[in-house]
């Protein structure tokens, strides 16, 4: 499975744009790239998905280079709302005997 | 809004009990997990299913065994709870399509031994 690097935290003001990258030089031909937000005393929630390029949907972009050996996540204009902690994943959609690996992940604050 | 539940959501219990943590999804999904999180930390998984009779340890050791008699039951059992088992137990279940998977976690029990 491809080991993930994300920075530890990141702060940031409602109204702004966050892009959290996510380094994953091991990536394997069959790989996608996931993101999942997590709230204090909740579990995981998918956000985003990707193999390449970029992909948009209404809460976030995923910003995929052609090496593949990164990945941002990009929320538009944030608010106190999206203080969370945000995991990279990378693996097979199809984990059949495996299953991903959260990591540490992103911890983000927003702030007023 | 994802059909998954777990039971109970907190629980307080000595040291030496037999407990059972329960999660139930209604979405005909396969695989399930089990995880373990400590309050500010990683996620760690502990048990997966990827169908009826058939469970594996996850990448964290545990002490905890796990069942899977039906497609939407996946329970949890500690035979014989310390305190080291106090944690955040978080239950989830996947389905794959083509080029889309996604993981939907229940709300967790958080488990208090002492």
């Known amino acids: 499975l491809a080991k993930t690097t994300q920075p530890i935290s990141m702060d940031s003001y409602e109204g702004q744009e966050v892009n959290i990258t996510c380094s994953h030089n091991?990536?394997?031909?069959?790989?996608?790239i996931t993101w999942y937000q997590q709230f204090p005393s909740q579990g995981p929630r998918f956000i985003i998905q990707?193999?390449?390029t970029k992909v948009t949907n209404e809460v976030a972009s995923l910003f995929i280079p052609a090496d593949r050996k990164s990945s941002t996540l990009s929320l538009p204009r944030v608010s106190l709302s999206d203080t969370a902690v945000y995991y990279c994943?990378?693996?097979?959609?199809?984990?059949?005997?495996?299953?991903?690996?959260f990591g540490s992940g992103t911890r983000l604050q927003v702030q007023p | 809004e994802a059909d998954i539940y777990q039971t109970p959501r907190y629980l307080v219990i000595g040291t030496g009990k037999k407990i059972t943590l329960e999660c139930s999804q209604t979405?005909?999904?396969?695989?399930m997990y089990w995880y373990q999180q400590d309050p500010g930390m990683e996620l760690h998984l502990i048990h997966y299913?990827?169908?009826?009779?058939?469970?594996e340890k996850g990448d964290l050791s545990s002490e905890s065994t796990v069942s899977r008699i039906r497609t939407e039951h996946f329970p949890l059992t500690l035979e014989s709870a310390r305190p080291s088992h106090t944690s955040q137990y978080l239950c989830?279940?996947?389905?794959?399509?083509?080029?889309?998977?996604?993981?939907?976690f229940g709300p967790g029990t958080r488990l208090t031994v002492l």
């Open positions: 989830a279940s996947s389905v794959t399509e083509y080029s889309y998977n996604e993981q939907f």
């Open positions: 990707g193999y390449k």
């Open positions: 299913s990827y169908g009826v009779n058939s469970t």
């Open positions: 979405m005909g999904h396969d695989k």
């Open positions: 091991n990536i394997a031909t069959n790989d996608y």
């Open positions: 994943l990378v693996g097979e959609l199809d984990t059949g005997r495996r299953a991903l690996t």
